[in-house]
């Protein structure tokens, strides 16, 4: 069965530190997101993207948080510059469409732990 | 803004047996969607059931079962007949019928015991 896969599964950085995560999303899907899960504490949504484009994100998803599909496979987040409280597994998902029909199922990456020094 | 509380941190059942994990949430919507979530030790989430808020009837999938009270905002998940390899994080989750974000409960942790 098609899987999201997530690299590194593990990244360590200095605060201050550019970061990139990877994934590859189901490849017939359509619909790419990125959730958070600070230790501890709940996993949260920061942002969807859909044709190239944001489609939906939260206020954690700020400015020094970007998204991108470089290519028809990958898809990455990008923390531009790295604090303390950004330490956390961050998961990658993906469905075939928006909502509504069971076509609209999120299926999640086994994600990458970021750790800020 | 949409909340989900799961006030059961941990639980543990024998093999064989049945357990509930339960769900509240609370929304002003009357469309939206239920899910829950597992999450074993290896960390990648699985879809295990989810609900259509617009169905009376409550979803199944084999063991699995849910319990959702629309009224009540619950949303409560049976596993009947409980294995080692249910033992996991489960998560619920909700999602409106207009957006694509899941709001995550807080997680039970769920120990299948021989």
């Known amino acids: 069965e098609p899987e999201v896969t997530q690299t590194p599964s593990h990244q360590v950085t200095q605060m201050g530190q550019e970061v990139i995560l990877r994934c590859v999303p189901i490849?017939?899907?359509?619909?790419f997101y990125w959730y958070r899960q600070i230790l501890g504490q709940k996993v949260e949504f920061l942002v969807s993207f859909y044709n190239n484009e944001i489609s939906e994100k939260s206020e954690i998803f700020d400015d020094q948080f970007s998204v991108e599909r470089p290519d028809g496979s990958n898809f990455t987040l990008k923390i531009r510059s790295t604090k303390l409280e950004d330490s956390a597994m961050y998961f990658c998902a993906s469905s075939k469409t928006g909502t509504g029909g069971g076509t609209d199922t999120q299926y999640f990456g086994p994600g990458t732990r970021l750790t800020v020094l | 803004a949409q909340t989900v509380t799961q006030s059961q941190p941990e639980m543990s059942v024998q093999e064989a047996e049945t357990v509930t994990l339960s769900c509240t949430y609370d929304t002003s919507e009357s469309n939206y969607y239920l899910f829950w979530y597992k999450q074993p030790p290896s960390r990648q989430m699985i879809l295990v059931i989810r609900?259509?808020?617009?169905?009376?009837q409550n979803a199944t999938e084999n063991r699995f079962s849910v319990n959702f009270q629309k009224a009540a905002k619950s949303f409560s998940l049976k596993i009947s007949d409980s294995q080692l390899g249910d033992t996991a994080m489960y998560f619920c989750?909700?999602?409106?019928?207009?957006?694509?974000?899941?709001?995550f409960g807080g997680g039970t942790r769920l120990m299948v015991k021989p």
């Open positions: 490849s017939n899907h359509l619909y």
């Open positions: 989750a909700f999602r409106t019928n207009a957006g694509n974000m899941l709001t």
């Open positions: 609900q259509e808020a617009y169905k009376q």
